[in-house]
T-cell receptor, first 115, second 119 residues
């Protein structure tokens, strides 16, 4: 079955540590995205990538970093510079292009807790 | 500025009744797309329905329909014959077309509406 996997589902870290969240897709999508969701809020875009070896900052990129070395993979690193890292993180992918009809497919999410 | 507004933080509906979830949007781009997603308590976002700005008819997908009123910039989701499994958060989202540099497939999300279906 095609889809997006994120691991782990729950992640706990101590303050000051970097942590990397995994995102893998087998949908053959060119574009991938990382969102952050806080309680009572919608999704906010952290980073996105439309093609391998290229990515752009979203609305809240500070304290995060990404890489896109393979089409299938788009890992997100939450660095110690991120002031409020505890949140629910969602990865998504979509067909890339100029059309507006390309829905994004989401993974199951990773809930990160930093204490 | 691009913006999605969902003014209903939470709603109740009786099982088997219809419910409308409100969504208004703001964009200066003539070409855009509107999406609705469902987020159950498990957290995964599930795509429900899509409406293009140039579509002449309202989109429908099974029990979901989108009441698209372009002049009012609203794109309300209508769920007919509600089921207990419809209890979830519902998010409205917008993607702008390429005219305003929107070729990135970026989505802008509203804050969501929590729907509770009562037996």
């Amino acid at each position: 079955d095609g889809g997006i996997t994120q691991s782990p589902k729950y992640l706990f870290r101590k303050e000051g540590q970097n942590v990397t969240l995994s995102c893998e897709q087998n949908l053959n999508h060119d574009a991938m995205y990382w969102y952050r969701q806080d309680p009572g809020q919608g999704l906010r875009l952290i980073y996105y990538s439309q093609i391998v070896n290229d990515f752009q900052k979203g609305d809240i990129a500070e304290g995060y970093s990404v890489s896109r070395e393979k089409k299938e993979s788009f890992p997100l690193t939450v660095t110690s510079a991120q002031k409020n890292p505890t949140a629910f993180y969602l990865c998504a992918s979509s067909t890339s292009g100029t059309g507006v009809a390309y829905e994004q497919y989401f993974g199951p999410g990773t809930r990160l807790t930093v204490t | 500025a691009q913006k999605i507004t969902q003014t209903q933080p939470g709603m109740f509906v009786q099982e088997k009744e219809a419910v409308t979830l409100d969504c208004t949007y703001d964009t200066s781009d003539p070409s855009y797309g509107l999406f609705w997603y469902k987020q159950p308590s498990s957290g995964e976002m599930i795509f429900l329905i899509y409406q293009g700005s140039y579509d002449q008819q309202n989109a429908t997908e099974g029990r979901y329909s989108l009441n698209f009123q372009k002049a009012r910039k609203s794109a309300n989701l209508v769920i007919s014959a509600s089921q207990l499994g419809d209890s979830a958060m519902y998010f409205c989202a917008m993607r702008e077309g390429p005219h305003n540099g929107g070729a990135t497939n970026k989505l802008i999300f509203g804050t969501g509406t929590l729907l509770a279906v009562q037996p």
